[in-house]
């Protein structure tokens, strides 16, 4: 166990202060859509955003429980919709592999997939042999994203105040 665990403070600190040496801004922004980048380009940015993680926490890697996953699933597939600025199943199930490790059936992704859709959060356009989703509203993809990470924080803060205790 570490003797000086970090306060959340620090981490988003840390977090920030990699991101901008990184050439990112301070303030993080979700940019949805505008992106028309090659699967390799989306890759790579999804490393480099867990490299940032994984450079502001202590540890050597974060590695994601697959129920956490899970129960994020909207979130995670509304950030990579976003990255990618379109994209289908298939490809999403690959990053789901690629960045969490996670090996979620279809039957796990698509039946979000259509909610996200049904609730106007995405759209879907059938193409040949696949149908490609995009962000259809950002701002709700934007509250999401921030409503949730808000949440995480305050459990681990909670988590760190109670530390001490033991």
């Known amino acids: 166990m570490r003797e ?5 403070k620090s981490v988003l600190e840390q977090f920030t202060s990699t991101a901008a040496a990184n050439g990112q801004s301070e303030q993080y922004e ?3 859509g505008a992106s028309q980048d090659t699967t390799r380009d989306v890759e ?3 490393d ?9 926490l202590p540890t050597d890697d974060v590695q994601f429980d697959e129920a956490i996953i899970k129960e994020n699933l909207d979130e995670i597939l509304l950030m990579l919709i976003s990255l990618h600025g ?5 490809e999403l199930l690959s990053d789901l592999t690629h960045l969490f490790g996670a090996q979620l059936s279809p039957g796990t992704v698509y039946p979000s997939l259509h909610s ?3 609730e106007d959060v995405l759209s879907m356009h059938a193409k040949v042999r696949t149908k ?3 962000i259809d509203d950002e701002d709700f993809v934007r509250a999401t ?3 949730t990470m808000v949440q995480h924080l305050a459990f681990g803060l909670l988590l760190y105040a109670f530390l001490p205790r033991l």
């Open 30 to 32: 979700i940019t949805i």
């Open 4 to 8: 000086n665990p970090p306060n959340t």
């Open 145 to 147: 994203v921030e409503q």
């Open 44 to 46: 790579r940015e999804l």
């Open 116 to 118: 996200l859709e049904d």
């Open 86 to 90: 379109e994209t289908h199943g298939k």
């Open 132 to 134: 490609e989703y995009a």
């Open 48 to 56: 480099e955003l867990m490299e940032q993680v994984n450079g502001a």
